[in-house]
């Protein structure tokens, strides 16, 4: 419940009473903010006295502004008002209604104009109106001012994540210009190598970038069709195959066919080929494992298991952040966006599901994603294992 500070300048008495008496148990709600606007009154009764609360900490959120005051005039506050960008709503009452007071009143700045004598339901009203219009507004900066942050934020990580890779592939390249490993052309073959590797991390730097503000954005065509999620999950793990077998990983296999599922073909092999490539780039060797996927009630349930090196409950907290990665000893040495989690998060918010992992360092993770809106078809069919 939001409270909302209302300051009544009126040179008469019962002016002043009646407005606080109308609006002093009044309060709304706003479809627009899901919640509840009260308001606290109070009144003064010149210009000299509402100079003064403007200048305290506590200034008023709506003011309820009289024309004609006895050391003032309504227009005369607007203009004192203006240059100070007060987070206020200014409504001018005035017994002495016209065209020309309400467009200069308008022109100097006040959102609203009531002329006396006006009733309770017009008061509360042009109250009604202010608020919603003050709040709607404040949301607006705290939204725009969020977004400012955010972009920043990951324009400097970004730059971060790029540096890195540039100042490697730098060094290698000043290295063969300097011929500091000698003639030999075969002495070049390590750093060559090297920066085959940080350019290839920079080229699916960029690619993860694409996807993810292609999702976000809402950009990104998408083509719903009935998927097959054994067939999904078989072709991650090929991919992963030959990195498997060097390490001598082995993978469990349990999809049951005819498991399918109304996607997008791309999501789906997207959130399989990120979860499945990080369980073998993150596991041991001689490590193990499982990709599997079944009905659960009315959605489905993917989930890949791993032995590897694991995390900590305050690393996993962290896991599915735009460009988050597990910096330590163990992971120093491996390459990574940081946005593949983060992109698998957001294509399965798409399906009205749900990503989450369980973890314990040198123990191994599950990573487990809940879709919604599927169709089962079950074959029975037992575990395989893809060596």
Known sequence: METLNILVVDDEHGMRHGAERVLRDFSLRLPDIDGEVRFAISAVASGAELEERLATDMPPDILLLDHKLPDTTGLEILDRIGPRTLDLLVIMITAYASLETAVAATRRGAYDFLAKPFTPEELRGAVRKAARHLILQRQARRLAEEKRKVRFQFISVLA??????????????????????GESLEAYDRIMDRSLIRIDGMRKLIADLLDLTAIESGQRMRNLTTVDLNEAARQAVENVKAEAQQRDIRIELDVPPGLILEADRTEI??????????????????????????????????????????????????????????????TRHILGSGLGLSTVKKLVTLYGGEVSVTSRPDAGSTFAVTLAGSTWQPEPTKPSETP
């Open 269 to 330: 092999d997207m959130i399989f080929n990120n979860l499945v490539s990080n369980a073998v780039k993150y596991n041991r060797d001689q490590g193990r494992l499982r990709v599997s996927a079944d009905r659960a009630g009315d959605a489905i349930r993917i989930e890949v298991q791993d032995t590897g090196i694991g995390m900590t409950s305050e690393e996993a907290s962290r896991l599915f952040n735009d460009f988050a990665r597990i910096k330590n000893e163990k």
């Open 160 to 181: 971060h994540e790029m540096k890195a890779p540039i100042s490697a592939v730098e060094g290698y390249l000043q290295m063969i210009r300097e011929r500091a490993l």
